[in-house]
């Protein structure tokens, strides 16, 4: 028997650590999923140290996970066997990740657990709503059928992803440019300037001089530079890692000026889907906003859709939690009414889900209209100091050696 400590999440989408003994990893997280809660990681404790993380090398690309589950849809609605289409699966790809990943898959199920809990032996690979479905699905007898509705579920979080990446990559490029002119100048061209200058004898005025000290320390005190930016990095992340520090964190970026917004837009269009795509797949609405919740990588947007969860048990209707949450459009939050109203609450979510998918896409379109201003005006803030502080001087010179000619 070892010790495990573990990170899980509950039905609530609550981030739970601890630690427990089992024989295994895969144990350990047998005993979590009977306690309602979802691996995320399981490692070894400090008296298991030399034992191999669990989950260890899962890294496969979103694409396998995508293919997987049409692929998996097609064989299964032909009436494959499940061990029989994994087989398949597992000899026909050719990336080894997902390779062993299925092989474990199948001894997983060799041992007789279900589906879902064997995928849920790889929580880096599957999400939690990923497992949360498969659940559904061995539930409704409809496993197929929820692999095509993952399957369209992950192709748009792959377009979203896309399109982000997309509208980022011109800002990005600029800013990359500023850096390295900025590097350049203080490193190579304000020195020669200062030498100048102090073989001149010159009264330098007080931008010049601060310009010649940002370079002089950029060209001797590196090193502090870099170790301030280590510390800093450090601080951060030991911070982001508390509860209330990743909290505070995730909230600050949802604020964020141009970006904020469409962040929040993207999140909330990714619940939207989820939450219907759970209700369409028999999933009670409570649960069906849990595992809904679990689809974003955002402590503060978890936190306000498990508030509007705990409304709901209470008896509330979905439409007043909605406007308790506070994170919803009135648009969005008529046709929330609509549906709750006429019993099609999972496709008027899903009709909520376009919406914003429609207004990231047109935001994201303009985005770089939206930031091209902010950067010319930083830009030229940045080359008007460089001027005034490299040709004042030079400048003064000029009218001393004229008032003396």
Known sequence: ????????????????????????PDAAAELLLGRGLIPVAINPAQDAAGSLPFGLGDKIPHEEITLFSRQLHALLKAGVPIMRALLGLQESTPHRGMQRVLREVREGLDTGRELSAALAR??????????????????????????LRLFHHLEFERTLRQQVKAALRYPLFVVLTMLTAIVVVNVFVIPRFA???????????????????????????WHWLLAAAAALALIVRAWVSTPEGRHAWDRM???????????????????????????????????AMS?????????YMVRKLAGMRTGVERGESVLRSAVASGIFTPVVLQMIAVGEESGALD????????????????????LASQIEPVLIVVLGVFVLILALGIFLPIWDLGRVALGKG
Do not use: C, W
């Open 347 to 366: 496709d008027l979510m899903q009709e909520v889900s376009d919406v914003y998918q429609r207004e990231v896409e047109y935001e994201l379109s303009t």
């Open 122 to 147: 790889h929580p880096k690979v599957f999400t939690q709503f990923y497992l949360a479905m498969v659940r559904v699905g061995e539930l409704t007898g409809a496993l197929d059928t929820v692999f």
């Open 195 to 221: 030498s100048v200058y102090q073989s001149m004898n010159a009264k330098l005025p007080p931008l010049t001089q601060l310009l010649i000290a940002v370079s002089d320390f950029m060209l001797h005190g």
């Open 253 to 287: 970026k949802l604020r964020l000026p141009i970006a904020g917004p469409i962040v929040r837009k993207g999140m909330l269009a990714r619940f939207a889907r989820s939450f219907a795509l759970a209700l369409k797949s028999g999933v009670p609405i409570v649960q």
């Open 291 to 299: 595992v809904a919740a679990q689809t974003l990588e955002n402590e």
């Open 1 to 24: 028997m070892s010790a495990y400590a573990y990170t899980a999440r509950d039905s609530g989408g609550t981030r739970v650590e601890g630690r427990l003994d089992a024989p295994s």
